[in-house]
């Protein structure tokens, strides 16, 4: 079975501060690991993924997130936040197991003050 | 190209009544889920198919949600009755079949008001 841990329902930083928000995962097989942001009123769309290869991983709006499995961690950054990446920030646990199982954390609010 | 949609986007109802929503996914995805999103939460599996068939439906409450897929294309999903606990958005998503990387798109939701 997986599951997603996110570290803070909510995240508060000021306009062009480092964004860090976290999670981690369980999963008895290999996974792959996803970012999801959603803005009001609005589903989920994609920022960013891991699957194989490379642990650093860029997504759209200047986001990243480095898979680390010795920490079963995936958390996601970015240098400078802006108002605009005011949102809610999702990670999710996918795995294949006769087809694909999507597990999702509870979420974490990004606010941006200016 | 068309994204999934979802309909109605909003739904305001009496516990008790039944209701219904509709989902139509990307063109060419064999795979539609529906999750369930409470205020705060991430969403969380209601059903998966594959194609028609209803491959997971453990988390879907039997006694009150109904679920179909008829030709593997669009969906319907449905609560009779409701009950003032169903308040929630309700969010279809779809892949592509085979072997990918499990990347779900989604579709803007629909908010059930049970009063």
């Known amino acids: 079975a997986q599951s997603v841990t996110q570290l803070g329902s909510h995240v508060s930083v000021s306009e062009g501060a480092l964004v860090l928000l976290r999670c981690n995962y369980s999963?008895?097989?290999?996974?792959?690991l996803f970012w999801y942001v959603q803005y009001p009123n609005q589903g989920l769309q994609l920022l960013l993924k891991?699957?194989?290869?490379?642990?650093l991983v860029k997504g759209i709006n200047g986001f990243e997130a480095e898979f680390k499995k010795s920490e079963t961690s995936f958390h996601l950054t970015k240098p400078s936040a802006h108002m605009s990446d005011a949102a809610e920030y999702f990670c999710?646990?996918?795995?294949?197991?006769?087809?694909?199982?999507?597990?999702f954390g509870a979420g974490t609010r990004l606010f941006v003050k200016a | 190209e068309a994204g999934v949609v979802q309909s109605p986007r909003y739904k305001i109802i009496e516990k008790k009544q039944p209701v219904a929503f509709w989902c139509n996914p990307i063109?060419?995805?064999?795979?539609l889920y529906w999750y369930l999103q409470n205020l705060g939460q991430g969403p969380e599996l209601l059903i998966r198919?594959?194609?028609?068939?209803?491959?997971?439906d453990s988390q879907l409450p039997k006694d009150r949600f109904s679920a179909e897929r008829l030709k593997g294309v669009d969906s319907t999903l449905k609560i009779q009755p409701a009950e003032l606990g169903d308040s929630a958005v309700y969010l279809c998503?779809?892949?592509?079949?085979?072997?990918?990387?499990?990347?779900?798109?989604f579709g803007e939701g629909s908010r059930l008001t049970v009063l």
């Open positions: 999963s008895s097989v290999p996974p792959y």
């Open positions: 198919y594959e194609n028609e068939e209803a491959v997971d």
């Open positions: 063109s060419g995805h064999n795979t």
């Open positions: 999710a646990v996918s795995v294949n197991t006769g087809g694909f199982k999507t597990i």
């Open positions: 998503a779809s892949r592509t079949g085979g072997e990918n990387t499990g990347e779900l798109f």
């Open positions: 891991y699957t194989t290869g490379a642990t």
